[in-house]
């Protein structure tokens, strides 16, 4: 089992949601850092301190974290919608 932190970032976003939607993503959340296996979707061409950023789908959301195999540690960095994340990050 990974162990799960957050950034202030992910915090944030995750304040402003519905609770039943938050609630879900945590649930998700913690399900993945049981199942390290499903770690595995890196995001491309990125600014160079959200290099290794990797999503995790919950519906119609994204998750957004970094994965440390060593330390077996997620960290959480966002939550947002489908259609305003990937805006983020183009080039």
Do not use: C
Not at 38 to 67: C, E, I, M
């Amino acid at each position: 089992m990974y162990r799960i932190r957050t950034t202030l970032t992910f915090d944030a976003y995750i304040k402003k949601l519905d609770r039943p939607i938050a609630k879900r993503i945590i649930d998700k959340v913690e399900q993945l850092a049981d199942s390290p296996k499903l770690l595995r979707h890196t995001l491309k061409y990125l600014p160079q301190d959200l290099a290794n950023l990797q999503k995790y789908r919950v519906g119609d959301w994204r998750v957004l974290f970094w994965v440390d195999h060593s330390r077996k540690e997620i960290t959480l960095y966002g939550v947002e919608h489908r259609s305003r994340v990937y805006k983020r990050f183009r080039k």
